[in-house]
C-alpha cells in the first residue's frame, strides 16, 4: 500500500521560515511528479509548487521567490522550503505524487494527510 507522510508543519512568526517533508512508502515501480497543495480556511485547495522526475517546477505566484520544493529520488521523498512567511501562507498543507505502483498498473494520484502550517505573530 502506498503512503505519503508529511511532517514539519508548525506555528511560525510572519518573516520565518519551515521545512516541510513528504516522504513515500510502499511497494513503487515510479514516482512522476511530486506537489505541494494547500488549503487554507474557507478557501479551495491550490497548488503551491511541483517538481517532476527531471526536476523541472513551477510555483504559485503567491510564493515565487520565497519558497523552493525539492526531491531526493533515492529517499523518495519532496520538500518544500519556506522562507518569508506570511500569514496568508496560514492552511494545511498536502503532499501529493502521481505514482506507478507497477509497470503494470496505470499511474494514480496519492495523498498525504495534511500538515498544518500556521504563521502568525
Known amino acids: 500500500q502506498v503512503q505519503l507522510v508529511e511532517s514539519g508543519g508548525g506555528l511560525v512568526q510572519p518573516g520565518g521560515s519551515l521545512r516541510l517533508s513528504c516522504v513515500v512508502s510502499?511497494?513503487?515501480?515510479?514516482?512522476?511528479?511530486m506537489a505541494w497543495y494547500r488549503r487554507a480556511p474557507g478557501k479551495q485547495r491550490e497548488l503551491v509548487a511541483a517538481?517532476?522526475?527531471?526536476?523541472?517546477?513551477n510555483y504559485a505566484d503567491s510564493v515565487k521567490g520565497r519558497f523552493t520544493i525539492s526531491r531526493d529520488n533515492a529517499k523518495k521523498m519532496v520538500y518544500l522550503q519556506m522562507n518569508s512567511l506570511k500569514p496568508e501562507d496560514t492552511a494545511v498543507y498536502y503532499c501529493?505524487?502521481?505514482?506507478?505502483?507497477?509497470?503494470?498498473?496505470?499511474?494514480?494520484?496519492?495523498w498525504g494527510q495534511g500538515t498544518q502550517v500556521t504563521v502568525s505573530s
Open positions: 510502499g511497494t513503487i515501480f515510479s514516482i512522476y511528479t
Open positions: 501529493n505524487a502521481r505514482i506507478q505502483k507497477s509497470i503494470s498498473y496505470n499511474v494514480n494520484d496519492y
Open positions: 517538481i517532476t522526475s527531471g526536476a523541472n517546477t
